[in-house]
């Protein structure tokens, strides 16, 4: 699955409270700062923002979907048409909207699909999100990508988003290896590895650390 350029979500410190600043945060900023030069110089130029989550994990898996291969700003688009024609984004509602609804929103039928499906299986309690905030990173990717339409960026997207795991590194998205390339490589081109290699000295933070990396290309941070 072709990932999408990063939309970076406001976060909590847990995913059911909504509120507040991931527990890490303050640490993790403190810690990049003092041991990586380029972040040194980033992540001062953004003293009040940091990571939100909604908290809903099937909305914010659907809202991952409908981000996959598209711009943000796209993204947002469909996503407020979506939350308009379904208000209450329970997987019940999406289903009782049907395809067609959805389909009017500008999501792609197999986009279409993948989102109904997802809330087939939710409603079916054929996944079971409580779980997964006791569970490994990993773990959590390896259960997510057995769901039709979620891949790995998807996955790391609802580790990041949903769950605030403070080390993700998402090396399929576009939106981090177009940060890298600006800021260590000059502007010039850069494979995973290369990417790796930079991010190794973000551990254990490389998720505080592609967020930043997000907001130094937009400094607005997009509601996932």
Sequence with gaps: MSPAPSAVPAASPSPDSGLGCPGYWEEARADLIKRDRILRRVIPKHPEGFLVSRGDPFVTLARAITGQQISVKS?????????????????????????????????????????????????????????????????????????????????????????????????????????ISQHYFSGEPVSRHEAREVADNWQPWRTVATWYMWRSLDPVAVDY
Excluded at 96 to 120: F, P, V, W
Excluded at 138 to 145: D, M, P, T
Excluded at 158 to 179: C, E, M, S, T, Y
């Design 75 to 179: 993204a947002q688009a469909v996503w407020d048409r979506v939350a308009a024609a379904v208000p209450r984004l329970t997987p019940g509602a999406v289903i009782k909207t049907g395809g067609e609804a959805l389909l009017a929103c500008g999501l792609s039928k197999r986009k279409t699909e993948y989102i109904l499906d997802l809330a087939a299986q939710f409603k079916a309690r054929q996944v079971h999100p409580d779980k997964w905030s006791a569970m490994g990173d990993e773990a959590v990717i390896s259960e997510l990508v057995g769901i039709r339409g979620i891949g790995r960026w998807t996955a790391e997207m609802f580790l990041i988003f949903n769950l605030l795991r403070p080390d993700v590194l998402p090396l399929d998205d576009l939106g981090l290896l177009k940060a």
